[in-house]
């Protein structure tokens, strides 16, 4: 069974900087599309960024120019490099395997103003 798992979150002031990794167990990583995805306490679960399998991404409107989303199928991984963090960016999130049902447990990302 897959299961994406995600590390990296933390608290970061303004301004700051942090970079979401997500590891997926198997050997048809490469295969898959992967996304990011948050919940902010009170609101609905929301995608940040997505990337294809031949490395295509897309980006919420939110987030574009600040966040980048990249893949590593070597090492099984995505990355979710996010920059100029703002308070608003602060909440709950989630790495998820295409549209499956396979998402992580979610790392907090707090960004105090």
């Known amino acids: 069974q897959v299961q994406p798992v995600e590390s990296g979150g933390g608290l970061v002031q303004a301004g700051g900087s942090l970079r979401l990794s997500c590891t997926v167990s198997g050997s048809l990583f490469r295969l898959y599309a992967m996304g990011w995805y948050r919940q902010a306490p009170g609101k609905q679960r929301e995608l940040v960024a997505g990337?294809?399998?031949?490395?295509?991404?897309n980006y919420a409107d939110f987030v574009k120019g600040r966040f980048t989303i990249s893949r590593d199928n070597a090492e099984k991984m995505v990355y979710l490099q996010m920059s100029s963090l703002k308070p608003g960016d602060t909440g709950v999130y989630y790495c998820?395997?295409?549209?499956?049902?396979?998402w992580g447990q979610g790392t907090q990302v707090t960004v105090s103003s």
């Open positions: 990337i294809s399998s031949d490395g295509s991404t």
């Open positions: 998820r395997i295409g549209n499956s049902a396979y």
